[in-house]
């Protein structure tokens, strides 16, 4: 049974909104599953130098641009949020919450907490929006909030970043198939050719 995809992304990432919108599908093709893993851009760019690509000069104009020309191209609906970038510890800690009772329960909060800020503007920073976009997915409001509130969802986050860091994750989407790394949503197209022919 081949391993499923890994697919690596931060909730603030234009572009890993972009690739999580196709990547499903782009694998079921391939008889293929995928394993979702939030992490924080935040952390990574403390190893690695790097920052959101709205601040740097030049390329921060471009990448406003080229985000919504890919949405175009990809067919997926994207408005910029006000606030950006932003932070999604709390998004990402409820979806490890999540996972850990059911997946597809977990899969259907992070398309909501996606679709949220790229489509209706929402500010998936703020708890009550993250609380209120898991309730929609069955999880009860004070268990939650009792967890993120604790020490083990921290810990277990902080963890899932170390673990992307040691596997050479450097940015969002990042994405693994059996072992060949791809960076980028524009680099689904190559993940495709690859599944159908085994590597190139």
């Avoid at 209120?132 to 810990?155: H, M, S």
């Avoid at 963890?159 to 050479?168: I, M, R, V, Y």
């Amino acid at each position: 049974m081949p391993q499923p995809i890994e697919f690596y992304f931060d909730f603030s990432s234009p572009y890993g909104y972009l690739a999580s919108e196709k990547i499903d599908d782009l694998a079921a093709r391939h008889k293929r599953k995928v394993r979702w893993r939030p992490i924080l851009l935040g952390v990574i760019f403390k190893q690695t130098g790097g920052a959101p690509l709205t601040t740097l000069p030049l390329k921060g104009e471009y990448s406003l641009h080229d985000f919504r020309r890919s949405a175009r191209f990809l067919d997926v609906p994207y408005t910029h949020p006000e606030t950006f970038p932003l932070a999604t510890q709390h998004a990402a800690r409820t979806y490890y919450w999540l996972h850990d009772q059911d997946c597809e329960t977990a899969r259907a909060f992070a398309h909501g907490v996606f679709r949220a800020l790229y489509r209706d503007g929402r500010n998936i920073s703020d708890l009550d929006v993250v609380l209120e976009l898991a309730a929609r997915q069955g999880a009860d409001r004070a268990t939650l909030l009792e967890a993120l509130n604790g020490p083990a969802l921290k810990e277990r986050l902080k963890g899932e970043c170390e673990a992307a860091l040691a596997k050479g994750v450097f940015g969002s989407p990042y994405i693994i198939v059996d072992g060949e790394p791809f960076f980028g949503a524009d680099r689904l197209p190559q993940i495709e050719r690859w599944l159908g022919s085994g590597g190139f």
